[in-house]
């Protein structure tokens, strides 16, 4: 009996010994500890022994687990500490790595210009209009006095996709659309898309963008043209910034300007950006011509307008100092420099 007991135990201690997990170990467990487990069965069978044989027996038996028991557990206890530390190997954290920055994306430099300058417009009382790109011959040319074999198509090389239907060449395009719409008073701007059959160069491009302007109302002046000017190129081009009016011609506009800004580089001293001339040409302007009020149902006589349109991507350009290619080509090394 004693000799089978210590054999249980031999057995059972190569087995605890032998176990790398806990799982292999709660198996030993059982087969030897168990219900139906060895040395159970040893207790099952004392009835066969007799009485002096069976105290003894028991004790031995209860020796053997109790020793066994302690075993397990200094086992198991070893087993878990040694799991855990795997798993915290495995899971550990290396805080020294370099870290995946997150690159922060930031307006393209049009989009920046043209949100400065809509906020300024919408904070003077505008509203902001948004014409379609598809136009007809009508709103593009006709509606702004300029007829079918007028010599000012000629300054605009456009892209026609059948007689009557182009892709816009400028946003005053909108003035019409707008007074067609609403009776005055109108104080709009409408910024988009304006093609021209040009090739993309440093200083054109068949695709750029504008930004119309229109104000029509009773007892409208070119003062109150120069006034708004003169505020917005503070706002855009900062304090101090000063305008002049060039005479000019434009079909929808009676007189025409072109409108000069103070050079924000040399503010006025002369410098490579303004060609030694202190100024910079932003825009075009004028008094509403008198027909293209008529023709849109506004009697001339009772309201006058002016209305005013600049390239915004001429102005992105004069700001950063780039050209349209860099500007369209969106090389993320230039856009990242406008955050
Ligand atoms: N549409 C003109 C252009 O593309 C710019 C312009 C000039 C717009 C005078 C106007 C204006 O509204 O009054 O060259």
């Not at 049009?110 to 009508?138: Q, W």
């Not at 119309?212 to 910034?241: P, S, W």
Request: net charge neutral.
């Amino acid at each position: 009996m004693e000799e089978r007991i210590n054999d249980i135990v031999a057995e059972c201690t190569a087995g605890i010994d032998a176990a790398v997990s806990v799982k292999e170990l709660t198996d030993c467990k059982v087969k030897f500890l168990g219900k139906n487990g060895a040395l159970t069965g040893i207790l099952r069978n004392l009835k066969e022994l007799n009485e002096q044989q069976r105290p003894l027996a028991g004790k031995l038996v209860n020796e053997a687990r109790s020793l066994l028991e302690t075993r397990f557990d200094a086992r198991f206890r070893f087993l878990k500490e040694e799991e855990l530390n795997r798993k915290l190997q495995a899971e550990k954290i290396d805080i020294t790595i370099t870290p995946h920055i997150r690159e922060v994306g930031s307006l393209h430099p049009l989009n920046a210009v043209r949100r400065k300058i809509e906020s300024f417009f919408i904070s003077m009382g505008f509203s902001v209009y948004d014409g379609p790109e598809i136009e007809t011959d009508y709103y593009n040319f006709e509606a702004l006095n300029i007829p079918a074999d007028h010599p000012a198509r000629e300054m605009q090389d456009s892209f026609f996709i059948t007689k009557n239907i182009l892709l816009r060449s400028q946003t005053s395009a909108g003035q019409i659309r707008t007074m067609e719409k609403v009776k005055p008073p109108i104080k709009m701007i409408s910024p988009g898309r304006t093609y021209r059959s040009d090739d993309l160069d440093a200083t054109h491009s068949p695709m750029f963008h504008q930004i119309e302007g229109l104000v029509v109302d009773k007892g409208i002046t070119m003062c109150d043209l120069k006034g708004i000017l003169e505020m917005f190129a503070q706002h855009f081009f900062g304090q101090g910034t000063k305008i002049r009016f060039r005479p000019s011609y434009f079909p929808f506009t009676e007189p025409s300007v072109e409108v000069d800004v103070t050079c924000h580089n040399c503010h006025g001293a002369g410098c490579r950006i303004c060609k030694g001339t202190g100024w910079i040409e932003v825009l075009g302007a004028g008094m509403v011509n008198r027909k293209v009020l008529e023709g849109c149902g506004i009697d001339p006589d009772e309201y006058t307008g002016f209305a005013f349109g600049m390239g915004l991507d001429r102005i992105a350009i004069i700001m950063s100092g780039l050209d349209f290619k860099a500007i369209f080509e969106n090389d993320i090394r230039f856009l990242k420099q406008f955050k």
